[in-house]
């Protein structure tokens, strides 16, 4: 039986325990799921682009069915190259699944074959987003059980911070 792979993009700047909750759920429906980190261009990132890769293999590199990459370049034309069966977004509120909609009908249009399976976050996470994340930091906030602790570590480093 051939492995079904999903893609699960974002910038992921940083990590949170809402996206670590999403790759938890997706890897109960495919037997394999690559992170694809987005550098981001149109966003002002607080990690590099090898900071989010160092932090997401810290918080995931312990699980041999996450891979992460780097993805450069239009998501329909990696999810090709990697063969993977469908790309997986998490849905927080409306305004999520309009983007979201949106995207996907425009991958649909590239590649016919394209498939987005959208998953919802445990309640305890939907507020959560990286932008409400560096927020929160920037501030000094508590980020307990929002982020692993090493981001929380990285994001006090990062914004001089006690949260």
Known sequence: MKEKIAVYPGSFDPV???????????LRIFDRIIVAVAPSVKKSPLFTLEERIELLGEVLGGNARVEINVMDGLLVDFVQR??????????????????????????????????????????????????????????????????????????????????
Do not use: C, W
């Not at 949170?16 to 997706?26: A, S």
């Not at 998953?119 to 508590?142: D, N, Q, W």
């Open 16 to 26: 949170t325990n809402g996206h670590i909750d999403l790759v938890e759920r997706g």
């Open 82 to 163: 990697r063969k993977a069966a469908a790309v997986i977004r998490g849905l927080r509120a409306v305004s999520d699944f309009e983007y979201e909609f949106q995207m996907s009908l425009m991958n649909r249009k590239m590649d016919p074959a394209f498939e987005a399976v959208f998953l919802m976050p445990s309640a305890r996470y939907t507020y959560l987003s990286s932008s409400i994340i560096k927020e929160v930091a920037r501030f000094g906030g508590s980020l307990k059980d929002m982020v692993p602790e090493v981001v929380r570590r990285r994001l006090k480093e990062k914004t001089n911070r006690k949260g």
